[in-house]
């Protein structure tokens, strides 16, 4: 069973910078496109960003121009920078991996949270 973990979250001032990393515990075949969700209590998971085998990626309009999503195919890891973090950027912070056959995998979480 394959695991995404998860890490660089925290506690960070509002204007400041996070990156999160999430990592696979064993080689994921077929990967189709990688991402970062995000969830606050009561709310639906929303989507933060996307990357695809291909490259192309995918933002929400909130955090366009202040989060760049990358990925590293060979370790099977995929990166959030955050900049201009503001305290509605405040959640849990998921990690996603869709592959062929319909797998589907996600990380436990982090909790990013931004003071004001």
């Known amino acids: 069973q394959v695991q995404l973990v998860e890490s660089g979250g925290g506690l960070v001032q509002a204007g400041g910078t996070l990156r999160l990393s999430c990592a696979a515990s064993?080689?994921?075949?077929?990967?189709?496109?990688m991402g970062w969700y995000r969830q606050t209590p009561g709310k639906q998971r929303e989507l933060v960003a996307t990357i695809t085998s291909g490259g192309s990626t995918n933002y929400a309009d909130s955090v366009k121009g202040r989060f760049t999503i990358s990925r590293d195919s060979a370790k099977n890891m995929v990166y959030l920078q955050m900049n201009s973090l503001n305290a509605e950027d405040t959640a849990v912070y998921y990690c996603?991996?869709?592959?062929?056959?319909?797998?589907?995998?996600w990380g436990q979480g982090t909790q990013v949270t931004v003071s004001s």
């Open positions: 064993r080689t994921i075949f077929n990967i189709n496109r």
């Open positions: 996603t991996v869709q592959a062929g056959g319909l797998r589907n995998y």
